[in-house]
Every structure is written in structure tokens, then in C-alpha cells.
């Protein structure tokens, strides 16, 4: 299973956008990149997941290079909301089912 | 929207218990999970279940058990509670689907004394 390298933490300020990248050189062809939040004291909550290029929702964009070794979580306009920890995980698809390794994450403080 | 619920949000037991905690879902979802999480470990998966009475061993499975015997529920059983086992428990679920994400519970904060 592909190990994801994270920053221990980040600091940014409210209006700023935000950039995580994840490392994960190691990654099967089969296999998607999957970010979650976590807040205190609660469970992880997806944000966003793709195979390649770039994927874009309401909340977060992804952006995968051609090469799939590493991915960036960009949050745009952060607020004191977003702070919270935010995992990157690979897993894989053909295998029966998706068996995810979660790293430790990156904590995220968004000051005002 | 999906709900992955867990029994108890706290729970304090006593070293040589036998501790079962609960995870339902309400999506019939087939794919179910049982991680913990700790301090600079991030979470860690400990059983997993693919369908009704099947099931798989995650990374640390030693000291745990699993049962699933409705496809809406997956129980996790300490056999035998030690304070090593002090966490926070996770259940998630997913479609069978492969590339679909993981939803979790809020978790069960579980103190063995």
C-alpha cells in the first residue's frame, strides 16, 4: 500500500488560500487520492478525491501531476473554520474493496 | 446524506472487561470499518468487513474481534480491555464500489482504567 507524506502542520491567515501537498511516490496505477478533514473530537469527513489532472468541488481542489507521485489540496479563501487536520490517503480500486492507509496528517491553523 | 453512528461518544471501563462497541449505517453500504486513532499515529485500521459475516484483518488487529451479522452494522469486541487499548474508536463505511470514499462516525472515546 502506498505510505503519503504530509507537513506536520501549516499556518495561514483568514482570506488566504491554502496549499497541502502530499508525497506518495510509490502509488499503483489503480489507485485514487482521497483527502479528509478532521475536526476535533470528530470523524474524518471527505473532502475530495481524484485519479489525475485536476478535480474541483464547492469546497477544495486537487490537482495531480501527470506523474501521480504527489497531489496538492488547494482551500481557497480559508477561515477560522478550516482549521482543523487534513489527511491525504492512496488506496486501491481492484482489490475487493478500498483499504485506505491514513498518515498523521497536516494540522492546518487559520488565524484571523 | 449518509450516517454512520456509533453508540457511545464516551465510555470508561475497567481492565479484564469485555467492551463491545457499536457502529450502524443507514446507506447499505457493504464495505464497513473499525480504525483507532491515537496521538502522532493518525488512525490506524484494525478490522474491516466486506459484506455480512465477512471479514478482514486490518494492521493491528491483536487484542480486538469483530462480528457483522446485519449488513447495517459492524461491532467491534475487545476481548479482554487493557489500558493500552485507551483511544479513540472510528467506524466507517463505504459502497462496494472501489472508488468510492470512506464516511465515518464521530467516533467512541474509550477509556480502559
Known amino acids: 500500500l502506498a505510505k503519503t507524506t504530509q507537513p506536520i502542520s501549516m499556518d495561514s491567515y483568514e482570506g488566504q488560500e491554502v496549499n497541502i501537498t502530499c508525497s506518495h511516490n510509490n502509488i499503483a496505477t489503480n489507485d485514487y487520492i482521497t483527502w479528509y478533514q478532521q475536526f476535533p473530537s470528530q470523524g474524518p469527513r471527505f473532502i475530495i478525491q481524484g485519479y489525475k489532472t485536476k478535480v474541483t468541488n464547492e469546497v477544495a481542489s486537487l490537482f495531480i501531476p501527470a506523474d501521480r507521485k504527489s497531489s496538492t489540496l488547494s482551500l481557497p479563501r480559508v477561515s477560522l473554520s478550516d482549521t482543523a487536520v487534513y489527511y491525504c490517503?492512496?488506496?486501491?480500486?481492484?482489490?475487493?474493496?478500498?483499504?485506505?492507509?491514513f498518515g498523521t496528517g497536516t494540522r492546518l491553523l487559520v488565524s484571523p | 446524506d449518509v450516517k454512520v453512528t456509533q453508540s457511545s461518544r464516551y465510555l470508561v471501563k475497567r481492565t479484564g472487561e469485555k467492551v463491545f462497541l457499536e457502529c450502524v449505517q443507514d446507506?447499505?453500504?457493504?464495505?464497513m470499518f473499525w480504525y483507532r486513532q491515537d496521538p502522532g499515529l493518525g488512525l490506524r485500521l484494525i478490522y474491516f468487513?466486506?459484506?455480512?459475516?465477512?471479514?478482514e484483518k486490518g494492521d493491528i488487529p491483536e487484542g480486538y474481534s469483530v462480528s457483522r451479522e446485519k449488513k447495517e452494522r459492524f461491532s467491534l469486541i475487545l476481548e479482554s480491555a487493557s489500558t493500552n487499548q485507551t483511544s479513540m474508536y472510528l467506524c466507517a463505511s463505504r459502497p462496494g464500489d472501489n472508488n468510492q470514499p470512506q464516511h465515518f462516525g464521530d467516533g467512541t472515546r474509550l477509556s480502559i482504567l
Open positions: 490517503l492512496v488506496g486501491g480500486v481492484n482489490t475487493g474493496f478500498q483499504k485506505l492507509v
Open positions: 446507506m447499505d453500504h457493504e464495505n
Open positions: 468487513s466486506y459484506d455480512v459475516k465477512m471479514k
